[in-house]
């Protein structure tokens, strides 16, 4: 149970440009919720970098109950409102299609079920929506518990999201090096390293910058190494890992102790 406390604080941390969006939509009548990261880091006593928001109106009615709007995504559901300079990503629930480009679905189809809508996103830890004004929580996946775990663990079959989106089995132990987490052993069985294929270089760039400046690299160090997705990166890994434990020590070691800047923790990584 969440104390009355912690809803009242909501009210200061999350922006007035979101509440406002929450607020107006909620005034016309349709459901309006924070999700993604903004419940996870709520929840974790982070001040959350995002505010996406998700609804049970289809993007016409998202975009006539702005003044101001931007059509981009409106494919997949998502509009972009604009509250003087302030831009809220708003998007409508959806159930998703077969993903042919290991990235996006070939297809969306709109949902009024916040649920369904959950049930495709990557992790527990992420499928939590939060509506501040009402003062509700929705967890169909047990997330909240998750989090109280210091757990990553996927919504429904790990296999199915990887394949989905091969860059989610990065994430997996991104979030793990982010946040100081342990990942559960089922969903880092259903890694896949061979269908990594589908993801460009730059995309796996970014999310491996993003895993070695965060506060605990040597968690997402280890579980690629040990998965065979690093080595599947950088093939000049593979004698490191298989014949020289010791070097692999020295350079996670090395990482860890150098300062969190993306150009000196890929030179440590490398060196």
């Known amino acids: 149970m969440l104390r009355r406390r912690w809803w009242q604080d909501l009210q200061r941390i999350i922006p007035a440009q979101v509440l406002f969006v929450l607020g107006s939509l909620q005034n016309y009548g349709f ?14 006593s982070k001040r959350p970098q995002d505010w996406d928001v998700t609804t049970n109106a289809s993007p016409d009615r998202v975009r006539g109950s702005f003044e101001r709007t931007l059509s981009l995504g409106e494919k997949f559901g998502t509009i972009q409102v604009l509250i003087n300079d302030y831009q809220v990503e708003v998007t409508t629930f959806r ?3 077969e993903y042919s480009d290991g990235r996006r679905p070939d297809r969306v189809e709109f949902t009024s079920s916040l649920s369904e809508d959950l049930s495709r996103r990557d992790f527990t830890i992420n499928a939590i929506a939060l509506d501040p004004l009402k003062k509700k929580l929705v967890d169909p996946f047990g997330g ?6 210091r757990l990553v663990r996927a919504v429904g079959d790990p296999e199915v999201r990887f ?20 990942g559960e052993r089922r969903t880092e069985g259903g890694i896949k ?30 579980g690629m190494a040990r998965t065979g997705l690093l080595t599947t990166i950088i093939p000049e890994f593979i004698p490191i890992w298989q014949e020289d434990n ?26």
């Open 144 to 149: 909240v518990r998750d989090l109280k775990r």
């Open 246 to 271: 010791a070097l692999f020590h020295h350079l996670v070691a090395t990482v860890k102790a150098i300062k969190p800047q993306a150009e000196l923790r890929w030179a440590a990584l490398l060196h």
């Open 193 to 222: 390293p061979e269908i990594l294929i589908k993801i460009s270089a730059e995309r796996i760039r970014e999310e491996l910058t993003k895993l070695l400046v965060s506060p605990f690299p040597e968690l997402g160090l280890y």
């Open 31 to 44: 459901e309006a919720y924070l999700v993604g990261g903004a419940p996870r880091d709520l929840l974790l």
């Open 95 to 97: 159930r998703e299609g």
């Open 163 to 182: 394949q989905e989106d091969a860059l989610r089995m990065l994430r997996f132990f991104r979030f793990q090096s982010t946040l100081g987490f342990r």
